[in-house]
């Protein structure tokens, strides 16, 4: 929740966004404007954790 924090401190919306996390089948994320939704896949995660070397 830190980082949640910290956007809603960086960032005014007019409403809330929704942030989901799902297997897509790709390294990706998407934006859904109907539901005021972000999805990150969970290959998108696996991508940026092999990027960062950890």
Same mark, same amino acid.
């Given at each position: 929740m830190d980082e949640i @924090? =910290?956007?809603n401190g960086e960032f005014s919306l007019s409403g809330d966004l929704l942030i989901s996390y799902a297997a897509c089948s790709e390294a990706? =994320? &998407?934006y859904d404007p109907e539901y005021r939704e972000i999805t990150i896949c969970t290959e998108y995660? @696996? &991508?940026l954790a092999e990027m960062a070397d950890w």
């Open positions: @924090d =910290a956007l990706n =994320a &998407f995660v @696996d &991508f």
